[in-house]
């Protein structure tokens, strides 16, 4: 079987109130993806963050951990494009394009969402949203502005997809020529509370893979917002996808509130009961087309 790509999400904008080994400075970002890569991780995605864990947009905001990333790992690099919490079209991309002459700096993946949905959390428990307007929203005028830059500048495209009709949308950007063969999918999952997202059940994880576009290369892995990913985890790995998982979406308490390193310990274990190896650093970037 094709080697296992592990990827992780190593604090998104998750606080520290639920699992206090969330990684916010370039320092703590950097010792991460060292940790990471000895546990078998290939892929770091991370979200610049203050040293109070607030969202940071800055140029030196994304470019610190980066460098922190290059010092500690050989991991390939795929930083956030701000979702909601940075505004503009092509400002969202103003750190990669800045970055992408640089050999220290410049990503080899950028996660690009290929639609639009709303990410509030519904609370079950005292049947309220805990937000009610946040909707993430990427026009196709935006999308295709984003690919045409990848595409000059030389960054590959990680899409990321909250339901089938971003499936069909990332088709229709797939045949337009903007997406790169093989084209790398994360199909997005939700626990209870993340209604924008599948169902992080195996019927939500086969709606998704009887969806996947037909007639190109394609890698895919998923991943699990608010939710155990291990639910699907050993599914998706004996269907030749990938996995991305993080204490960045899900605090996991019960692994009693691990650190990353240990996450992706278990997954590491989990493919090799099912037969499959982990790819290094090295090898995922061949298979996913990253020169």
Request: one cysteine or more; aromatic letters at 6%.
């Amino acid at each position: 079987m094709k080697k296992l790509i592990i990827e992780v999400r190593v604090n998104e904008y998750a606080m520290r109130d639920e699992n206090p080994n969330v990684p916010w400075t370039p320092a703590e970002i950097g010792r991460e993806a060292r940790a990471i890569q000895d546990a078998g991780a290939s892929v770091i995605h991370f979200h610049a963050r203050t040293a109070d864990g607030l969202p940071a947009h800055g140029l030196e905001d994304y470019a610190a951990p980066i460098r922190e990333i290059r010092a500690h790992s050989d991991l390939m690099i795929n930083p956030t494009l701000g979702q909601i919490t940075k505004g503009g079209t092509l400002e969202r991309i103003a750190h990669i394009e800045s970055f992408a002459k640089d050999a220290v700096l410049k990503p080899e993946i950028v996660g690009l969402d290929p639609g639009s949905t709303n990410i509030d959390v519904f609370d079950s428990s005292t049947k309220r949203f805990i937000s009610n307007n946040k909707v993430y929203v990427n026009s196709h005028e935006t999308l295709i502005a984003f690919l045409e830059r990848f595409r000059e500048i030389g960054v590959r495209p990680a899409l990321a997809c909250w339901n089938i009709s971003f499936l069909r949308g990332a088709g229709a950007l797939i045949e337009l020529g903007l997406v790169p063969d093989p084209s790398y999918f994360l199909l997005v999952h939700g626990g209870a509370g993340q209604l924008g997202a599948h169902p992080n059940t195996l019927e939500g994880l086969r709606a998704y893979t009887d969806h996947l576009p037909r007639g190109s290369a394609v890698e895919w892995s998923i991943c699990c917002k608010g939710g155990n990913l291990f639910t699907i985890a050993a599914a998706a790995i004996a269907q030749g996808g990938h996995i991305a998982i993080g204490i960045g979406d899900y605090a996991y308490p019960e692994l009693g509130y691990p650190t990353n390193a240990e996450l992706v310990s278990e997954i590491v274990k989990l493919a090799k009961v099912i037969g499959r190896d982990v790819a290094t650093p090295e090898q995922a970037r061949q298979m996913l087309g990253v020169h």
